[in-house]
């Protein structure tokens, strides 16, 4: 036969034979892929044309308007104003604690230089002792030292003269006359105050 000569099928090796079939197989197996992507794609555009469906299998139409006749709106409302009203009574309750704290931290530092300010006492005594004997000397020194002092809350009592008050002076001798209200006749040892409470009441002569 000559190579122009076509060899029919029965003419064929065996590997021949098995070559053969194993191209055909490989085409029908790319041909049957294209197909199952087309028919992917054909789904897709199925799928979304479909309504979606709930979980029991009942159809859903994502633009239907959700029904809620069977809400109890009244009930709904009395919750909400119940939570409102805890939440402000929660609020004022932690405002007034707040406030509260704030006096209490005050307080305590009142009182922690009011102590400091106590202790500082003997040495304005000393001053003002001094201050008798040279007055041109210690007047400058004293003056100072009150007017520092007084930047922070501390005050001296002026009571020379005034009606006697035991909230702030305290008695210790006494000059009698014709009668009458009892007054300050000499203060002996000066009285202070503290941020407008008494520190050390003042040590007085009175006379009535």
């Known amino acids: 036969?000559?190579?122009?000569?076509?060899?029919?099928?029965?003419?064929?090796?065996?590997?021949e034979l098995a070559?053969?079939?194993?191209r055909s197989a490989s085409e029908a197996a790319a041909a049957a892929d294209a197909a199952e992507a087309a028919g992917e794609f054909d789904d897709i555009d199925t799928l979304s044309a479909l309504d979606f469906e709930t979980p029991d299998g009942l159809a859903v139409d994502p633009d239907q308007a959700v029904d809620y006749s069977?809400?109890?709106v009244?009930?709904?409302?009395?919750?909400?104003?119940?939570?409102?009203s805890i939440a402000q009574r929660v609020q004022a309750e932690f405002e007034n604690f707040r406030k509260q704290a704030t006096i209490r931290a005050q307080n305590d530092a009142d009182r922690a230089t009011g102590r400091l300010a106590e202790?500082?006492?003997?040495?304005l005594d000393a001053a003002e002792a001094a201050f008798l004997r040279h007055p041109d000397e210690v007047g400058?020194?004293?003056n100072q030292m009150l007017a520092e002092l007084k930047k922070h809350g501390l005050e001296t009592l002026d009571l020379d003269g005034q009606p006697f008050d035991p909230e702030v002076a305290e008695a210790v001798a006494h000059e009698p006359i014709d009668g009458g209200e009892a007054v300050v006749a000499e203060v002996l040892r000066s009285g202070y105050q503290w941020k407008g409470k008494t520190l050390r009441a003042a040590m007085v002569k009175t006379k009535d």
Do not use: Q
């Open 1 to 15: 036969m000559g190579d122009g000569d076509l060899h029919e099928p029965d003419d064929l090796s065996d590997e």
């Open 74 to 84: 009244p009930a709904l409302l009395a919750e909400r104003n119940e939570f409102k």
């Open 140 to 142: 400058p020194l004293l």
């Open 70 to 72: 069977d809400v109890d």
């Open 119 to 123: 202790a500082f006492l003997p040495v």
């Open 19 to 22: 070559g053969t079939a194993s």
